[in-house]
């Protein structure tokens, strides 16, 4: 693509993405395989021997963007025709799914280990100061487990310039036989699918939205159930597939960028999130 007359690579999300080499956490019945070469994901959670996610190559889900578990940074969702304004400077990423620009860049990215345990790995991403995304910054992850519980604590720092920031998850569950969620509001849409303010009703399913959500959300399958958890009050749920349910807490709804200056930034400020899955 082509922005102010310079091309632009698009990185493409739905392009094959392998898991590449795993590394293992595991603490009795959970276990976790983490891909840090396929954009620091989770690749797959078991417990009790039951794997919880879309695995790679699963029901055709071999997109980067279609499976596993894995961060959104430094932004979640859509941004609107991959255009925004900060600092009084408009700013264009490169649009690639439809006509917007999603997930950010941390999940289509190398991360490095920088630290590993038995039952913890930390892993870091330097964003690459380019034009996929101008303000550079530094991702961190530190996934650990503990009995059936595991914790993912995900952070972005803005290293040398103020930028714009959102960060959260995205886990391929597999198909739940019920979903426990009482969200307070839902984020309406436009007729290009892009969320809106104010938050409004909560509408029926299925559901490819963004909500205010303040309490734990549980998913049930095969006699398993498992409670999530985060301090983020954004949680976007797509449970349109037959076989797969996503559940995504954020710190900012879909275009943040476009409708809350308060995702901002400074130089040298760190914004972080965790989220936790108990299985009980």
């Known amino acids: 693509m082509a922005v102010d007359g310079v091309r632009v690579e698009a990185i493409d999300p739905t392009a094959p993405m392998a898991p590449g080499p795993l590394l293992t956490l595991a603490d009795g019945a959970l276990s976790v395989d983490i891909a840090p070469q396929a954009g620091g994901r989770i690749a797959q959670i078991r417990v009790d021997g039951v794997e919880q996610l879309v695995g790679y190559g699963e029901h055709g889900s071999t997109a980067a963007i279609a499976w596993g578990s894995y961060p959104m ?6 941004i609107r025709a991959g255009r925004f304004r900060f600092d009084g400077q408009d700013h264009a990423v490169p649009v690639n799914l439809g006509p917007h620009a999603i997930h950010g860049t941390g999940f289509l990215l190398q991360w490095q280990v920088s630290a590993q345990a038995p039952q913890q790995v930390d892993l870091e991403l330097t964003l690459p100061r380019d034009r996929r995304w101008p303000f550079g910054g530094l991702a961190r992850q530190r996934i650990s487990v503990d009995g059936r519980r595991l914790v993912m604590m995900l952070s972005l720092t803005a290293t040398d310039s103020a930028m714009p920031a959102t960060l959260g998850w995205h886990p391929w569950f597999r198909k739940p036989e019920r979903l426990e969620f ?14 809106l303010l104010p938050a409004g009703p909560v509408g029926p399913q299925p559901w490819d939205d963004c909500f205010i959500n303040r309490r734990p959300v549980v998913l049930h399958r095969q006699g398993q159930r498992v409670v999530l958890e985060s301090g983020c009050s954004d949680w976007v749920v797509y449970d349109e597939p037959a076989f797969a349910t996503c559940v995504e807490p954020q710190t900012g709804p879909p275009d943040a960028f476009n409708l809350d200056p308060a995702c901002r930034l400074e130089a040298g400020q760190t914004r972080s999130a965790v989220y936790t899955m108990t299985w009980d």
């Open 73 to 78: 940074v430094p932004w979640c969702g859509r």
């Open 182 to 195: 009482q969200p307070e509001a839902m984020y309406p849409r436009d007729a290009d699918g892009m969320t």
